[in-house]
């Protein structure tokens, strides 16, 4: 019996209600502690660094010399820019009003925990969510202290709950948006039609931007120039997203079109990632959280996606997706298999198996796999 086989025999043994209940919480506490360990483990979390520091002074948050006086206390070089929207300042505020070897283990222990409990709801077999830590993607993105690990929290819960509570989903992508906006961009072609959902998605944010003017509203015109400025440096720094392996508008345009046909076809998370890695002309191997437990679901449940997504899911864990011309090839391959005229979709599913107690969420599933 394969060592993938026994993984699932043991998780067949936490089906009942309760066993289901304790597993969450243990995986949810796990979460928990194991982010606020992991700070311990080294010395310093760049992005998050960058975060407490605008959150502790909020009203000043893209003033330079502020991030100057951090990166001379942690003996750092390089541009370390604060370029969220200002309503990322209310979901960091609380935390700047700490001391820093105390809010980031707090922050990397709640969005540790948070995640490993949504992702118990989204990944089959459940007891997958222990390894989704070993994800390149959330590994890097706990280490640095990145804000991807709750924003991905909320999209992913959004679209558990997509069919049945539209306006909660609204809600989770509306903070989403508000955390990291150009994730999110293309978000109004993967829900087109849920309209429930993108309605309760832009009050939410319209609630969050009037919300942020406690802060000052003068941020709102500080922040474009900080992403301006961002820009022109960006091509310095590393990056997973396609569009970064050339930079002129032959390779960039179709990149980008492409990006819109993934989204508009897949319609669901992997559309949204990918479409966002397309697009955006940054993207680091953060951005990918998202996709964790959705490569693992994939990689454990052959029987009910293919082998070819089983495949996908093995790369994603690879940590071969690093660099541009990787990543592009990758999200390829995802269109190719995932088109009508692919010749081997379903090849490797065990067709007509009987309804499980814990069937793979919907968007997990390719079109015509059956729900066990």
């Not at 370390?80 to 922050?107: E, N, V």
């Not at 989770?172 to 955390?179: P, R």
């Not at 922040?223 to 960039?252: G, Q």
């Not at 890695?277 to 680091?284: E, V």
């Amino acid at each position: 019996m394969s060592l993938l086989t026994q993984w699932r025999a043991l998780s067949r043994l936490f089906t009942s209600p309760r066993a289901l209940l304790l597993t969450r919480i243990g995986l949810t506490i796990g979460g928990l502690i194991l982010g606020a360990v992991v700070p311990a483990t080294h010395s310093g979390a760049a992005d998050f660094d960058v975060f407490w520091t605008a959150a502790r002074h909020w009203w000043a948050p893209y003033d330079p010399t502020i991030i100057e006086h951090i990166k001379a206390q942690m003996h750092v070089t390089g541009y370390w820019p604060f370029a969220y929207p200002p309503t990322f300042l209310l979901f960091l505020y609380p935390f700047g009003q700490i001391p820093l070897q105390i809010a980031y283990p707090l922050w990397a222990g709640i969005s540790l925990g948070v995640f490993a409990l949504v992702c118990s709801f989204v990944m089959r077999p459940m007891l997958a969510a222990l390894l989704v830590v070993a994800t390149p993607a959330v590994a890097f993105a706990i280490t640095s202290g990145q804000s991807t690990v709750l924003m991905g929290s909320a999209v992913l819960m959004g679209f558990l709950v997509l069919e049945k509570r539209p306006i909660l989903a609204g809600v989770l992508f509306g903070v989403a948006a508000c955390i990291k906006p150009q994730a999110m961009v293309l978000a109004p072609i993967v829900l087109w039609g849920h309209w429930r959902t993108m309605g309760a998605a832009a009050v939410t944010g319209l609630c969050l931007v009037v919300a942020s003017f406690v802060f000052g509203p003068e941020h709102w015109l500080q922040w474009p120039k900080e992403v301006l400025f961002f820009h022109k440096i960006m091509i310095t720094t590393h990056r997973v997203n396609p569009s970064a392996l050339f930079d002129a508008p032959w390779w960039t345009i179709p990149v980008a079109l492409f990006g819109v046909y993934l989204a508009w076809t897949s319609r669901d998370v992997v559309g949204l990632v990918g479409g966002f890695l397309c697009l955006t002309p940054y993207a680091h191997d953060y951005d990918l959280v998202c996709l964790a437990p959705v490569a693992l679901t994939w990689l454990f449940n052959r029987d009910k996606v293919g082998w070819d997504h089983a495949i996908l899911g093995a790369i994603f864990m690879s940590g071969l997706l690093s660099k541009p011309g990787p990543m592009a090839a990758f999200l390829i391959a995802i269109a190719v298999v995932r088109s009508p005229w692919w010749p081997l979709k379903g090849f490797g599913m065990q067709k007509g198996a009987p309804v499980t107690r814990s069937p793979l969420p919907k968007f997990l599933l390719i079109p015509g796999a059956y729900e066990a």
